[in-house]
């Protein structure tokens, strides 16, 4: 999964990811992982909500399903540098 600048196209670094109670911070080059852990216990339920924050930029929320189990590649772009 990739976080990217929305026009550019180019990878953002520390953006903080955040799924539930699950959170990590996007590497240089964009990229994230969320570990939910085995599928007994990995899976969140309800309206899933993944939101995504940069110092600078626009947050963005996304949904991404009803339950989050398995492997899935989100990738997400932020909108331009708050002025």
Do not use: H
Not at 7 to 22: D, E, I, N, Q, T
Request: glycine share 10%.
């Amino acid at each position: 999964m990739k976080v990217n600048r929305a026009k550019a196209r180019r990878p953002l670094a520390k953006a903080v990811v955040s799924v539930g109670a699950y959170s990590t911070v996007s590497a240089v080059d964009g990229w994230y992982s969320i570990e939910f852990g085995c599928p007994g216990t990995g899976t969140i339920s309800g309206s899933t909500i993944m939101n995504v924050s940069l110092a600078g930029y626009a947050s963005k929320a996304r949904v991404v399903g009803q339950e989050l189990v398995g492997v899935e590649r989100l990738d997400i772009a932020l909108d331009q540098p708050l002025n």
